[in-house]
């Protein structure tokens, strides 16, 4: 008789298949659950900046780099062209007011002053002919009215005499006559002398007053010319320290051409380079801070160039108390530039953490000090070395500003000692 065997219910293979399909449903489990859940990543405390949130001062500052610059620069430039015959002083002399720098020549300017000279010399001596010959014209008038006022007075006379006469029947009428009317004829003559020697005075008046307006136009054409002539000397016109020389024997300059600069030595000032972004927020008077063997420095704003190149405007500060012992030209100095007034604030220091999150979240340690979570923030005004916390701290909260950068999408960091 037969006996029916009964069908095992798990076999082997079935138990395979099954724990495998219980593995691979469990692998995808972890993986759903930790793409959704809060990722966590262990970091040493060691290797990151843990900062605390604190109430203080803040004031809005811009880093900013200058360049220090005398206080005044005097360029030299060529007014008159010619070929560099001598130089009297090395790039770099100090020069009082008036020293001679370098020596230019120019023939054709020489030789126009030397026709200037004679073509004053030339008016001159034709003027001193002018005035003898007005002088002796004169005299001869003043001879010619002697002549007709002697005759006047024979006239007068005569007539005087006859007319006598004639009243009393002496005198034929003719006679008498002929006498008046020579007296007439004399005294009109007379009256015309004056006239024409009044004129002739006028006349030589004016002469004269052209001739002596001719005269200074002339020395004065001569005088700007000699001034020329002295201009190829180069000189010093303040007191100062000469740079930039650029001139060789040999050399040809031209008009105009720049020759190097003198800058002042009385005080400095320091040029610096500002972001287009603040050219609203820039003014005169703003002052400004930097470090220079170990004591702080102000500076104020005198100036704003507000022509915009590659992005940058300039502005000129001054030193509001006496400029630092030991500073030289063409140093470069890092300056703080205050954009506001010092007021309380929530303020926490800058480090890396902004380039990944923007100041829009930060981690934030947790109270036990184990872990440190993202906290969605606020972030206002910032300075050279703190960011103004508007909302998302309180003080007293610790957080991580150091940098982010291998940190990924992780939600949660794991503080560990090292």
Request: hydrophobic share 35%.
């Amino acid at each position: 008789m037969d006996i029916p065997l009964q069908k095992k219910r798990f076999t082997t293979s079935r138990i395979l298949i099954i724990a495998g399909s219980v593995l691979l449903l469990a692998l995808i489990i972890f993986v759903l659950i930790s793409s959704t859940g809060n990722s966590k990543l262990n970091v040493e405390t060691e290797r990151i900046s843990i900062n605390t949130a604190r109430n203080g001062v803040f004031q809005e500052n811009i880093p900013v780099n200058g360049v220090v610059l005398p206080i005044t620069t005097i360029y030299l430039d060529a007014l008159e062209g010619g070929r560099v015959e001598e130089k009297f002083v090395e790039d770099g002399a100090i020069l009082k007011k008036g020293d001679s720098i370098l020596r230019l020549s120019n023939t054709d300017l020489e030789l126009s002053l030397v026709n200037q000279e004679t073509s004053v010399y030339n008016l001159l001596t034709q003027m001193q002919i002018q005035k003898t010959a007005a002088r002796q014209n004169t005299i001869n008038k003043l001879n010619q009215m002697t002549d007709v006022e002697n005759q006047l007075i024979e006239a007068k006379r005569i007539y005087d005499m006859n007319k006598n006469l004639f009243d009393k029947g002496v005198v034929a009428g003719q006679e008498y006559e002929k006498s008046k009317n020579d007296y007439n004829y004399q005294k009109e003559r007379m009256k015309l002398t004056k006239q024409i020697l009044k004129q002739d005075s006028i006349a030589v008046n004016q002469e004269q007053n052209q001739s002596q307006r001719s005269y200074a136009q002339t020395q004065s054409a001569l005088e700007l010319m000699r001034k020329k002539v002295e201009d190829l000397v180069v000189k010093a016109p303040v007191d100062g320290q000469l740079t930039s020389l650029d001139a060789e024997i040999g050399q040809s300059k031209n008009k105009g051409e720049r020759l190097g600069q003198i800058d002042v030595l009385s005080g400095y000032k320091v040029r610096v380079d500002v972001d287009e972004h603040y050219i609203s927020r820039i003014y005169t008077g703003q002052q400004g801070t930097f470090s220079f063997s170990g004591k702080e420095y102000t500076l104020e704003i005198k100036k704003v160039y507000t022509q915009v190149n590659n992005g940058r405007f300039q502005v000129d500060m001054v030193f509001q108390d006496d400029a630092p012992e030991g500073i030289r030209r063409g140093q470069t100095l890092q300056i703080r530039v205050a954009l506001s007034q010092e007021k309380q604030a929530l303020l926490i220091p800058k480090g890396g953490f902004f380039q990944q999150t923007g100041g829009n979240w930060i981690f934030k340690v947790s109270a036990d000090g184990e872990t440190a979570y993202k906290q969605d923030i606020q972030l206002g005004s910032q300075n050279t070395e703190y960011y103004e916390v508007l909302s998302g701290l309180e003080p007293g909260d610790q957080i991580i500003t150091s940098s982010y950068d291998n940190y990924g999408d992780v939600q949660e960091l794991v503080l560990k000692a090292p």
